[in-house]
């Protein structure tokens, strides 16, 4: 009890309710500014769900202070780009981005540019922003999030520029508005941060301390999504094997079993299950719960126990392949994917052969591949790294067709079966959803069915999405 209460740094409810008078104060500073007219905000995130959902709870405090949001970044008066740190492409896109907003407030000198998430977090990046793009109004890091109204009140009365970066192991703040992106499927965090500092990561420096959220806190937002119709609930977290890790509260499979078990037509996924600490009973969790979704996101990285280990990851090839195993012993159709790391500093043709024939034997549904990208401050930065950008290009390419045949094969032998699928778009008269396990197919239908649970069978697959027809 005692290691949990140390694990979770609350953030004090008076301090939200002081942000609330923030709002007010901000909101009467921002009518006078626009004169009668209504104020507009363009929000982009860069990076994971876990931006997204933190994107979530930012607009949740801009619509508190009278903005409504456009895809019209010229007519914006606010734009605000929460950015990701993951790769060296997440990184150069920001300030390219960011960049071209200079001849855009030329015209609209009154914009409020506003830059925040985990690229923020780190001195090079918001020093760079301090020096050479004064016309950013407002730069904040990951852990002042909660404080947004009074970090804006203050750029709105005083048109004086405001830097917000702070180190700390990082706290949790409950009691956000929160402005969802989507009616019938929700974002629910359940922890933030990651202490796992796999050697070519950024994220446990820019995120902080791994901490759970309460599981009542938790189980409250679930109930509050599905009664609002929420269809699709992703539970997220950097490693949500982890939940609640060194205390005696609940556990993740746990927590599992008790969202299932809430009244209502919905399904459950989470990310990211990380296989050092994937457990069986969570893959009994999972087999035994009908509403969560029989697909696993396990990212190995590497097949190569060497390169595992460099990258510091906890497991070997051989535990990963006896997850999976059990994981298919007691769901037989499960749905496997996972994330990939080529090139990581060392890394030889021979051990990354091992991460071909590792996908081969695994045969995952679809792979998000990365070619390693170094990143300042972490240790995989500072190893040697002979292999040319070329050369990765080659093993990447190697890889990816290697993975297409694997997705083509599988999609093909879905067809004829019938599944059960979420409705989540319409065009040009076809409905297009994801399967259980996050399979895309579109198929012929009414648009009044987006947002419901539909019976498909599959009738034809390309590569990796399929085609079906309704059923019933
Ligand atoms: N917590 C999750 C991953 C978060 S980052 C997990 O451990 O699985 C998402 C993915 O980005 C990682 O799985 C990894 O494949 C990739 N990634 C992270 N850092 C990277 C880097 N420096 N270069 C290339 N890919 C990276
Ligand atoms: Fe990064 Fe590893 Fe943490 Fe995932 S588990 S966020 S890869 S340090
Ligand atoms: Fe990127 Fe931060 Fe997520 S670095 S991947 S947005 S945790």
């Known amino acids: 009890m005692i290691q949990s209460e140390l694990r979770r740094f609350d953030v004090p409810f008076e301090q939200i309710s002081k942000q609330r ?11 006078s500014r626009m004169c009668g007219k209504s104020a507009k905000a363009y929000v982009h995130t860069f990076g994971c769900q876990g931006n997204v959902s933190d ?20 007519s914006a008066d606010l734009v605000l780009y929460n950015t990701c740190a993951v790769r060296e492409h997440a990184h150069d896109r920001v300030f390219g981005n960011v960049g071209a907003l200079k001849p855009i407030k030329e015209k609209n000198p009154d914009m409020i540019i506003v830059l925040c998430g985990c690229m923020m977090q780190q001195e090079h990046v918001w020093q760079k922003i301090r020096k050479s793009y004064p016309y950013v109004n407002l730069v904040f890091g990951t852990h002042s999030h909660h ?11 005083g048109g004086k520029r405001v830097f917000d970066v702070f180190e700390t192991e990082g706290f949790i703040a409950e009691g956000m508005p929160v402005h969802r992106d989507g ?61 609640n890790r060194g205390s005696d509260e609940m556990s993740f499979a746990q927590l599992l079993r008790e969202i299932n ?50 990258m510091n990851r906890g497991y070997t090839r051989e535990k990963y392949l006896s997850l999976v195993s059990y994981a298919r012993k007691v769901m037989p159709d499960i749905s496997l994917t996972s994330d990939i790391i080529v090139g990581f500093p060392g890394e030889t043709y021979e051990e990354f052969k091992d991460t071909v024939s590792l996908i081969e034997e695994v045969g995952f549904t679809s792979l998000f591949t990365f070619i390693y990208s170094p ?37 093909s032998n879905m067809i004829g079966r019938t599944y059960r699928v979420l409705a989540e778009e319409f065009n040009g008269g076809m409905l297009s959803g994801r399967t259980d396990g996050s399979v895309m197919i579109d198929f012929p239908g009414d648009e009044s069915l987006v947002g419901s649970f539909c019976q498909v069978r599959v009738t034809s697959a390309r590569n990796w999405t399929l085609s079906g027809e309704l059923i019933g």
């Open 21 to 31: 008078e923030y709002v007010a104060l901000a909101k009467t500073v921002l009518e």
């Open 183 to 243: 009616t019938f499927k929700g974002w629910l965090p359940i922890m933030y941060g990651c202490n796992n500092f796999c050697s070519y990561c950024i994220v446990p420096y820019v995120r902080g301390r791994e901490r759970s959220r309460k599981s009542s806190d938790v189980l409250a937002e679930a109930r509050e999504l599905i009664a609002a119709g929420c269809k699709d609930i992703t539970l997220l977290g950097q490693n949500v094997n982890s939940y």
């Open 375 to 411: 990143r300042e401050g972490t240790k995989a930065s500072r190893m040697p790294d002979p292999v040319s950008r070329e050369e990765k290009g080659r093993w990447f390419r190697e890889l990816t067709q290697a993975q297409e045949k694997i997705a083509s094969k599988r999609c």
């Open 261 to 310: 078990a809430i009244e209502g037509d919905f399904r459950i996924r989470f990310m990211t299950s990380h296989p050092k600490d994937c457990t069986f009973e969570l893959l009994d969790a999972m087999a035994e719960c009908e509403k969560v979704s029989k697909h696993l996101h396990l990212p190995c990285q590497s097949g190569n126990d060497r390169v595992l280990g460099e």
């Open 147 to 157: 404080r947004l109204p009074e970090l804006l009140y203050n750029v709105l009365r």
């Open 55 to 74: 994107s979530e709870r930012l607009k949740g405090w801009l619509s508190q202070i009278g903005y409504s949001f456009t895809d019209d970044i010229e």
